[in-house]
């Protein structure tokens, strides 16, 4: 071979060169949705460990406070929710001022640590009988939902009854 005929023969054809793009695409093709369904089923997993948190918390209050559930209201944001100790927390303290968020409630009495609500992509409710806004019917005492927008409407998502069994709701992968 004289030194054209090398000097042509350097680098990849565009053929070549096309094969290995198509490949690349099939495979990100196939890739991407199993990465992305891990991701959700993961932040599904963790959405299902707060549920069962916020419920502990919730039946804790209902047994240390005369068999009465907490207000329902949304675990919205740290400025709502990580408050100072509270003084309602006994239970001979008197009820709790209407309006008063039962995330305040519970995380100020020490049923829940402080948590970064606003950076979390689920929303929680705290759920009782007497306000089933969010939490659509009875029985149900704690919800978590996707964000953003209200608990409700075919959402993925998980409700916790009062013995403590979790249901999910719609599609949302069954819990570990």
């Known amino acids: 071979m ?3 005929e090398t000097m042509n023969k350097i680098g990849f ?5 096309m094969v290995v793009v198509v490949i690349i695409g099939l495979l990100a093709l196939l890739g991407v949705p199993v ?9 599904a997993d963790k959405a299902v460990e707060m549920i069962k948190s916020i419920a502990n918390a919730q039946r804790a209050w209902f047994l240390d ?22 003084q309602v927390c006994e239970e001979d ?9 039962s995330c305040h409630v519970l995380i100020g009495c020490g049923y829940l640590p402080p948590y ?25 005492i704690a919800r978590a939902c996707r964000k ?3 608990c409700g409407g075919g959402q993925w998502g998980y409700r916790v009854d009062p013995n403590g069994v979790i249901t999910p709701e719609g599609g949302a992968p069954q819990p570990k």
């Not at 990465?35 to 932040?43: G, V």
């Not at 303290?93 to 968020?101: A, N, Q, R, Y």
Request: glycine letters at 8%; one cysteine or more; proline letters at 12%.
């Open 2 to 4: 004289t030194k054209a």
């Open 13 to 17: 054809t565009l053929t070549e060169l």
């Open 35 to 43: 990465y992305i369904k891990t991701i959700e089923t993961s932040r």
């Open 65 to 86: 406070h005369n068999r009465n559930y907490i207000m329902a209201y949304g675990f919205d944001s740290n400025a709502i929710c990580n408050p100072l100790p509270m």
């Open 93 to 101: 303290s008197g009820p709790i001022v209407p309006g008063t968020p």
């Open 116 to 140: 970064d609500w606003d950076n979390d992509p689920w929303r929680y409710v705290v759920c009782n009988d007497a306000y089933p806004f969010e939490c659509i019917g009875t029985g149900v």
């Open 148 to 150: 953003p927008g209200p």
